[in-house]
């Protein structure tokens, strides 16, 4: 059976996911979309085959969809989760899950009240080949325990609408799922210093780069340099040093260049072509996850720690001290497929 799909949200993640569905992932397609602006909506639905509904409760609502996926404006996602577990609807919300810990605590909250997964939220590093060959790794135990973690979130460039808290809570929120997935463990404290020296490349509103550190409940030491406007490429990095080696991702190049006395592999050019197999990894999941009526993908509460992390990484930016993170007991709901 071919499920459907409605789409809330058109912009550029919205039709990248729209085309992922229809031409990548088996067993789905999109039917029905909602977005606030109708002319392009009716345009975009009648390119696509798919219904326009203006009013996104209305999509959620209908007997028509199987499964919602949310790329909407930021601060409308809490409210369609919560709509679509109202309505006992599986949905994709793609991150943040809420603009704060309290909204994605109000969604976990329903959830555990409805007794049921209903929510995956759009961590997709988790199905990239590099970090699940890593994370594989460190499971064997062979390296030992994991001591240090140096990671890098590059950017070529970024437009004036990207401001200082979306280094955080936009960009460093990927690492802050995929660390804690790897090393199965929370965060406990965090740290922002900001280099003295800006780059000429960024705009008034973005202080570029920014170096974030936190340190796990064992006591894993982490340093994420985030540089949204590096110039060279979209360059994703992550080392993990262990007590026996290191084990960290390489540029997923397949090939290598030599010419006019270089030697050289290129870098991806943005988040589309580096996570590419992994988007559609996590969305074959979903939809398979919807068929058999079991949801093992990044949870409601793996959106509350990220949030809840975050939120500590900007108060410790905005204060200039090390901060402590606090949360929530994990309800029983999350405790089987924790980390999986």
Not at 27 to 50: F, H
Not at 82 to 95: P, Q, R
Not at 139 to 145: A, F, I, V, W
Not at 295 to 318: E, K, N, Q
Request: proline share 3%.
């Amino acid at each position: 059976m071919e499920l459907r799909i409605g789409v809330i949200g058109i912009g550029a993640m919205g039709r990248d996911h729209v085309d992922r569905i229809n031409n990548r992932v088996n067993d789905a397609r999109v039917t029905a979309i909602s977005d606030i602006n109708q002319e392009e909506g009716l345009k975009y639905g009648a390119e696509i085959g798919a219904e326009f509904i203006s009013n996104a409760e209305d999509l959620i609502a209908s007997d028509e969809i199987d499964g919602v996926v949310i790329t909407s404006w930021d601060p409308t996602h809490e409210e369609y989760v919560l709509e679509a577990i109202k309505n006992n609807k599986y949905v994709f919300c793609e991150k943040p899950l809420s603009v704060d810990s309290a909204g994605c605590m109000n969604i976990v909250n329903a959830e555990v009240e409805k007794g049921e997964r209903l929510v995956q939220v759009g961590f997709m590093r988790r199905f990239d080949r590099g970090y699940e060959d890593i994370k594989k790794e460190l499971d064997k135990g062979q390296l030992g325990e994991p001591l240090l973690l140096h990671c890098t979130h590059r950017n070529a460039e970024v437009d004036s609408k990207y401001d200082t808290p979306m280094a955080v809570e936009n960009t460093a929120v990927h690492e802050v799922d995929a660390l804690r997935w790897l090393l199965q463990e929370d965060f406990v404290q965090a740290e922002v210093i900001l280099p003295k020296k800006q780059t000429t490349n960024t705009h008034a509103n973005l202080h570029d780069p920014q170096f974030m550190l936190l340190q796990t409940e064992s006591g894993v030491c982490i340093d994420i340099e985030v540089f949204v406007n590096c110039k060279f490429g979209y360059d994703i990095n992550c080392k993990v040093v262990c007590e026996n080696g290191e084990i960290g991702l390489t540029n997923p190049t397949y090939y290598s260049i030599k010419t006019e006395n270089k030697d050289y592999k290129r870098v991806p050019s943005d988040w589309k072509e580096r996570f590419i197999e992994a988007y559609d990894k996590e969305f074959q999941l979903w939809v398979e996850g919807i068929k058999q009526q079991r949801i093992t993908g990044p949870s409601a509460w793996d959106g509350y720690m990220a949030s809840v992390t975050t939120t500590a990484l900007s108060l410790a930016r905005d204060t200039g001290e090390k901060t402590t993170i606090n949360f929530e007991e994990m309800p029983n709901l999350y405790k089987q497929e924790q980390f999986v």
